[in-house]
């Protein structure tokens, strides 16, 4: 019986590989290890910044409505609270836009959410 060999399998692997160490610099794009290894290191480096890019737009957000609330002499957490206990359910995202893109808007909200504390 003839002995089998992995050649072709191999080659495939180290090729996916070296695809994509593609763009890399010096041997971590050309030698199998270094790539192999930059690679992985690039993986874990997406995947951890996946959850922290969330928490970075989620901080952009919050300094957004905080600055312009304050336009309005109401702080962060009393325009948040204000909101909602009038009953307004917009996330932070869309708040943020208001803010920014659309400041008669916020200001309609703004005067919400002092009614519903005053209140």
Do not use: C
């Amino acid at each position: 019986m003839s002995r089998v060999r992995n050649r072709v399998t191999r080659h495939k692997r180290k090729k996916k590989v070296r695809e994509l160490a593609k763009g890399y610099r010096g041997g971590r794009s050309k030698l199998y290890r270094t790539a192999k290894e930059a690679v992985e290191r690039g993986w874990s480096y997406s995947y951890r910044d996946r959850r922290r890019r969330k928490r970075e737009f989620r901080r952009l957000w919050i300094t957004r409505i905080n600055a312009a609330a304050r336009q309005h002499d109401l702080s962060y957490s009393h325009f948040m609270n204000g909101l909602r206990n009038a009953g307004v359910e917009l996330n932070r995202k869309t708040l943020a836009e208001l803010a920014v893109r659309d400041p008669a808007a916020f200001a309609n909200l703004v005067v919400v959410a002092k009614q519903a504390l005053a209140s």
